[in-house]
């Protein structure tokens, strides 16, 4: 595209995540913004004197070498306008102008995709949490993104590759950066099937600046955001905050109510968050709306842990054959539901009263309940944990089927 350049120039021109719509809207195109003169840009609403000032400094020769260097490297540049561009990014508050690159960037749009987040001082159980569950999805035709880090963002990333998926880094630093040298090879494996990406020009160090501000990019590539180990203040949740401004759904996976070190995630749920126990409640949340998604390839937590799904040439659903024994084995299944539901109290109890077999949302299970939402929230957290509530797409539940 020929206006490359000229989106290079306003991304160096820009503090990193202000918006620029606005202003490219009211001179027409980002080429007639750059061609326009000081007065022009001086009485234009949008730009204030900061941006002002700073279009008046950078030359466009610098965003030709940023061009040229990354052509040099193989990486790419995909600009707002761009039709690669993911609409899903596209339609946040504040998207990136420029994103750069290196490797192929999958169409977003038209897969599922979940980020996964978390501390990158995780415990083994977190990683294995991280690692499962990316492969799962990875194995359906989902694509991961992470934030490339040390931790849960590597467990994410390697779970992904080593089902054969895509995965999407996003960086908090510009390509071609002496950053995490412990990582290169894995950024390296990322880019040969999926992309290490960043909206930061070649080189920029990573800094405690650049990395929150990477964070609204993991949210906005995905349809969902998954925290799986996080403490108050760990910068997941300003992941897990974005998310909740872009409208993208939250899951999150419940820790020790011992371990005060990670229990934000334990909040998350308990503010509405859909508590992930496998990959299933992840996907059964979108399979109406992605038919890219491969249900047949599912696998359970423990084939994924033992890679034992990888012997099995049928599908989940084939696996048994309608016998005596497995009738048997669901008639057993719905009685043990039955009998945890009677020994139920309080909220929970008057919950799952309220729900039926076919999904509702939250409100209407909440009008039926006669309880606020927050209790309603509460009670279907223990009820999914017991086995007793199944969780669908559009935060929509229903009783759990044997």
């Known amino acids: 595209m020929s206006d490359v ?17 606005r202003i490219v809207d009211y001179f027409g195109s980002v080429e007639e913004l750059y061609n326009s003169n000081y007065l ?3 009485v234009c609403p949008y730009i204030n004197d900061k941006l002002l000032d700073s279009m008046e400094k ?11 260097e990354c052509r040099q490297n193989g990486w790419g540049i995909i600009t707002f306008e ?27 749009d038209r897969l599922l995709t979940i980020s996964i ?43 992904a590759l080593e089902a054969g998926g895509i995965t999407v880094s996003v960086l908090g630093c510009g390509l071609g950066t002496d950053y995490l040298s412990t990582n290169e090879e894995l950024r390296w494996r990322i880019a040969q099937s999926g992309a290490v990406i960043t909206e930061f020009p070649p080189h920029t160090p990573a800094s405690r600046f650049t990395f929150p501000q990477r964070n609204r990019i993991i949210s906005g590539l995905a349809d969902g955001v998954f925290v799986v180990e996080a403490g108050h203040k760990s910068g997941s949740l300003i992941t897990a905050d974005y998310a909740s401004s872009q409208n993208r759904d939250l899951f999150a996976v419940a820790a020790s109510i011992f371990d005060k070190s990670f229990n934000g995630t334990n909040k998350l749920i308990k503010d509405g968050a859909i508590p992930v126990l496998d990959t299933e409640s992840i996907l059964s949340c979108y399979t109406e ?25 049928i599908a989940p659903d084939e696996d048994e054959e309608i016998t005596f024994e497995n009738i048997e084995k669901h008639r057993e299944a719905r009685t043990q539901i039955d009998e945890t539901a009677r020994q139920l109290v309080g909220d929970e109890k008057t919950v799952y009263d309220a729900m039926t077999d076919d999904y509702t949302d939250i409100e209407g299970i909440a009008s039926r309940a006669g309880l606020d939402i927050n209790s309603v ?15 669908g797409m559009g935060k929509r539940y229903r009783r759990k089927q044997s």
Not at 58 to 68: G, M
Request: aromatic share 8%.
């Open 5 to 21: 350049k000229y989106w290079v120039w306003l991304q160096l021109c820009l503090s990193t995540g202000k918006s620029f719509q």
């Open 40 to 42: 022009k840009r001086r």
């Open 58 to 68: 950078t030359p466009i020769e610098k965003a030709e070498q940023i061009v040229s």
């Open 82 to 108: 761009d039709e690669r561009y993911p609409k899903k990014l596209k339609h946040i508050f504040d998207p990136p102008a420029v994103i750069y690159v290196d490797g192929t960037l999958p169409d977003l």
């Open 117 to 159: 987040v978390g501390t990158r001082r995780p415990s083994n159980y977190a990683k294995s949490v991280a690692r499962v569950i990316s492969k799962g999805l990875a194995r359906c035709n989902a694509v991961v993104v992470s934030g490339g880090a040390l931790g849960i963002d590597t467990s994410a990333h390697n779970g």
């Open 289 to 313: 709306k992605y038919k890219s998604l491969d249900m047949s390839r599912l696998a359970t937590n423990d084939e994924l842990l033992s890679d034992s799904y990888k012997d099995r040439s």
């Open 377 to 391: 929230l509460v009670a279907l957290t223990m009820l999914e944990l017991d086995g007793l509530a199944q969780s």
